[in-house]
């Protein structure tokens, strides 16, 4: 290290820093993943006693329960019956308004923005003329457009009948002119009035005043009037068609629309207290006008809708309304209503339903006390199966039985196929790998690519080519079985991943999928524990008399991505990235550098660094790998006692002073 000082105070920086940061996550963690508090011990039933003891008297008392709730609330119950036909009411009515007053803005807003734009100059009459008249006559559910100067003079553009008339307006000597054509200029947005009376149309106006703004300087106002008389009109033909009476109130007292008033006129043009609107008790419809004085409140079918229960000369009418806003600076209630006998078809059918229903749950629980019994036994020899297949126990799983029940019979043979096909996928697939995804994801079935800090492990036979000359096809395979699961024992006894075997070559990493802190620890460890097992297979094979396996192995630690990656029709848990790619020409460097030996571990600077004196190691100095710009600076791992096996430059083991 005497040689590399700059390397050394980067190397220590950064091992301080990863330390500082790893105890703050298992601080963290430790809040995170502390066990709840110890309580009761769950009372859980065998399937058997279940199905056998209870489930008959609990399925009686169940539907019992709920058949006399049923009968003591068949009010609620016809509620729920109507639910799908009064919401769909309500939302004809409100959307028949909206319908009939959204084109009434859209069309102030057309004209405000073609003044705005300077299309169109408020002051050329003729030009102002044409737009209104245009306006109007494209948006037959608008009455009536005018636009008005600052000093309430302009023009005005009306439907009388199937005629379009234009006037002039003058409002200069108006002695009670409503705040929003007074504040037109204080307001940027467009606002609804309260309704108006119309002498001349003989009905109640709507009005959307749309102020008009160009380069900062007030033009005037925009005024889109719209007749509710077409929305009675609207509601009487609903009354026809679906048999439900709608109404829309402006507010508690005063109705905007009824059926009724499609064929009612009024003058209110002397009225001087309320809005331009008929009361509930003038419209031909007494329930409606005792709806707040004697109707009584019940439950409805959804939050928003307010429910009442009318009775009138000894008959009962259902009120259901919501509110509707947008129109106005007050909300409008939107209602329907109808007899309530008109569901005491239901309510009969219910009772009808509950006696048959309950003459068929005795009979069930008859049948379940036979069959259950012969099911749950089955069952529970399935589950008990199943339960080996989530601890991955293939090998020790019965074959199941067949059964004389359908279904039974499909999933003991579905089951016993997905067993036999399970230990084939055991002998293809770590189930070690697989039992720590799952304990790390809570059994999820998909896993997110992530970006990691790992250290990886690449191994190889020196010479191995040379060696299979000289071996038959099954001796060959031997070795490498024999030698794959001596190195897979070792990786795998400190927490290490084997991702795949490369012809005579391990692919294994740590600090994946678990989070590991010591991952490079564990791979230094694990690349001892291979030097001495590699050793100790040596002296038996040289004593058999067969040539001694020499093992080059390459270790580097760095971020990687790991995850599922693959095609859609076979994907692996792996890892990819340039520390790989490090790792792989670490090991490859090995081969200049191993000599007699029979085992040679090279590692990077990180891994050395943070494996924290987990192993014996001697720095060989910078080396150039094959395919990368610059130098690397390597490592060699030797056993105790070996001293500088690597040769080169290195400069002596790691001191512990020089590790913190």
């Known amino acids: 290290m005497a040689d590399h000082p700059t390397k050394r105070r980067f190397l220590q920086t950064g091992l301080r820093v990863s330390r500082l940061k790893e105890a703050m996550r298992k601080k963290g963690g430790s809040r995170r993943t502390r066990p709840p508090a110890l309580g009761r011990p769950r009372l859980r039933l065998p399937i058997a006693a279940v199905l056998v003891a209870g489930f008959g008297s609990l399925m009686l008392l169940a539907v019992a329960s709920v058949l006399v709730l049923g009968l003591v609330s068949a009010s609620r119950n016809t509620f729920t019956l109507l639910n799908d036909r009064a919401d769909l009411a309500l939302s004809g009515v409100e959307v028949r308004i909206r319908n009939q007053l959204n084109p009434a803005r859209d069309m102030a807003r057309f004209v405000a923005g073609l003044m705005e734009r300077g299309e169109l100059d408020p002051a050329d009459s003729r ?45 200069r000597h108006e002695p009670e002119l409503g705040p929003e054509l007074r504040n037109g200029a204080d307001r940027t947005t467009a606002v609804w009035a309260d309704p108006l009376w119309s002498k001349e ?48 109130l402006f507010d508690r007292q005063h109705v905007l629309a009824h059926p009724s008033l499609a064929g009612m006129k009024f003058d209110f043009s002397t009225k001087t207290e309320g809005p331009p609107l008929p009361r509930i008790d003038q419209v031909a419809d007494p329930a409606l006008a005792a709806l707040w004085q004697t109707g009584q ?137 697989v039992l720590r995804l799952m304990h790390r994801r809570g059994g999820l079935t998909s896993f997110q690519s992530e970006e990691r800090e790992v250290t990886v492990m690449f191994t190889d036979i020196r010479g191995f ?43 294994a990493f740590w ?31 040289v004593a058999e008399g067969l040539p001694p396996i020499r093992v080059r192995i390459g270790l580097h630690s760095g971020p990687v991505v790991v995850g599922n990656i693959g095609s859609a029709s076979r994907i692996n848990y792996t ?41 014996p190691l001697d720095c060989v100095g910078d080396r150039t790998l094959r395919g990368r710009t610059g130098t690397t600076e390597v490592w060699r791992v030797t056993l105790d006692g070996d001293g500088d096996n690597g040769g080169g430059d290195g400069a002596g083991a790691v001191r512990e002073e020089e590790k913190a």
Request: hydrophobic fraction near 45%; aromatic fraction near 6%; include cysteine.
């Open 127 to 171: 030009s102002l003329q044409d737009t209104l008249r245009g306006a109007l006559a494209g948006a037959p559910d608008v009455t009536g457009i005018a636009f008005f100067h600052p000093d309430r003079t302009g023009l005005r553009a009306d439907r009388l009948g199937n005629q379009l008339h234009i006037g002039r307006e003058d409002l």
């Open 297 to 433: 409140p019940v439950d409805a079918l959804k939050k928003r809708v307010e429910g009442r229960l009318v009775n009138v000369l000894d008959e009962d009418y259902l009120f259901l309304m919501r509110s509707m806003a947008g129109y106005g600076q007050q909300d409008w209630i939107i209602g329907i209503s109808f007899r309530a006998n008109e569901a005491s078809a239901e309510v009969r059918r219910l009772y009808t339903t509950g006696l048959a229903g309950l003459g068929i749950l005795l009979i069930s629980v008859a049948v379940a006390l036979i069959v259950g019994r012969r099911i749950s036994t089955q069952v529970a020899h399935l589950a008990e199966a199943a339960d080996r297949v989530r601890t991955f126990e293939f090998r020790e799983i019965s074959e199941l039985p067949d059964s004389r029940l359908r279904e039974l019979a499909r999933a003991n043979s579905a089951f016993n196929a997905m067993v036999a096909g399970l230990r084939w996928f055991e002998t293809y697939v770590p189930k070690a790998l």
């Open 201 to 248: 149309a003989g009905t109640s106006f709507v009005t959307l005043f749309q102020p008009v703004r160009r380069n900062g300087t007030y033009l005037g106002q925009v005024v889109v009037g719209v007749s509710l008389g077409d929305l009675s009109r609207f509601l009487s033909t609903l009354y026809v068609e679906q048999g439900l009476n709608a109404f829309v």
């Open 511 to 541: 600090g994946a999928p678990e989070e590991q802190p010591d991952h490079a620890a564990r791979a230094l460890r694990a690349a001892h524990a291979i030097t001495r097992a590699v050793r100790e297979g040596n002296r038996r094979r």
């Open 465 to 507: 080519s040379r060696m299979a000359e000289h071996m038959g096809a099954a001796d060959t395979a031997a070795l490498l079985n024999e030698h794959f699961t001596l190195l897979a024992n070792c990786i795998e006894a400190e927490g290490g991943t084997v991702d795949k075997f490369i012809g005579d070559a391990i692919m």
């Open 575 to 615: 890892i990819v990235g340039d520390t790989v790619n490090v790792a792989a020409r670490i090991e490859e460097l090995a081969s200049a550098l191993q000599g007699d030996e029979e085992v040679i571990v090279l590692s990077s600077a990180a891994t050395a660094f943070q494996g924290d004196g987990a192993a």
